[in-house]
């Protein structure tokens, strides 16, 4: 286990739906990491929160969204989905700004 | 735009080969971080080198960072089936005020027993 939790683990869904990923980090850590996995692309870097406020974004599509709460825990939203969006996605967490990364063990979405 | 390739991309040896796997970039990076990831989890980080020339060692496992810090290397000695995984270089983008990491292509090791 290593300290960073995702829900679900398995996401089956159809095109055009909406779903939330969730995760939460590590204790202690302040940043928070999305990235999408895929065969063709491997892993990229979606968007970064630090303390509750955006840090960073890659190459984030407009239909997808993410937020950092109060808490610290992370959701990621991906709507009006397409069957290109079927990847893993990662959340990774870090207790600052230049530390190395603690990975979730990902969400395996599939749509369909 | 910032790349990292890896070579090979697949590698299916003995148990008790010696393997090197390259992580090559064009870029200058700060650092460079090693992940291996098996099937079903997230990546773990096995290592961060800092400065160019910079060799780490972790049992069996020797990292090395290139002296003008644009690629790295992996070296595993007699190796095991349990270093069996999607191994990922990962350096911190460019530009910003942030960790954000660009991962290598990587590269998928099998170790038949």
């Known amino acids: 286990d290593s300290g960073v939790t995702q829900t679900p683990k398995h996401l089956i869904t159809a095109t055009g739906q909406r779903v939330t990923l969730r995760c939460s980090p590590r204790?202690?850590?302040?940043?928070v990491y999305w990235y999408q996995q895929s065969l063709d692309q491997g892993l990229q870097f979606l968007i970064q929160?630090?303390?509750?406020?955006?840090?960073a974004k890659g190459n984030i599509l407009e239909r997808f969204s993410a937020q950092q709460f109060p808490d610290l825990h992370s959701e990621l939203n991906l709507s009006s989905l397409e069957l290109g969006d079927s990847a893993l996605y990662f959340c990774?967490?870090?207790?600052?700004?230049?530390?190395?990364?603690?990975f979730g063990s990902g969400t395996r979405l599939t749509v369909v | 735009t910032q790349l990292l390739e890896q070579s090979p991309q697949f590698l299916s040896i003995q148990e008790g080969e010696n393997l090197t796997v390259y992580c090559n970039s064009s870029?200058?990076?700060?650092?460079l971080q090693w992940y291996r990831q098996e099937p079903g989890e997230g990546p773990v980080l096995l290592v961060t080198?800092?400065?160019?020339?910079e060799v780490k060692k972790l049992k069996r496992l020797t990292f090395q960072f290139g002296d003008a810090r644009k690629d790295s290397s992996l070296h595993i000695t007699a190796a095991q089936p349990g270093d069996t995984g999607l191994y990922l270089c990962?350096?911190?983008?460019?530009?910003?005020?942030?960790?954000?990491?660009?991962f290598g292509t990587g590269t998928l090791l099998a170790v038949q027993p």
């Open positions: 204790s202690g850590d302040l940043s």
């Open positions: 990774a967490s870090s207790v600052g700004l230049w530390t190395g990364y603690t």
């Open positions: 929160y630090y303390n509750g406020e955006e840090r």
């Open positions: 080198v800092v400065t160019g020339g």
């Open positions: 870029s200058v990076f700060s650092s």
């Open positions: 990962a350096g911190p983008m460019a530009g910003g005020a942030t960790n954000k990491l660009i």
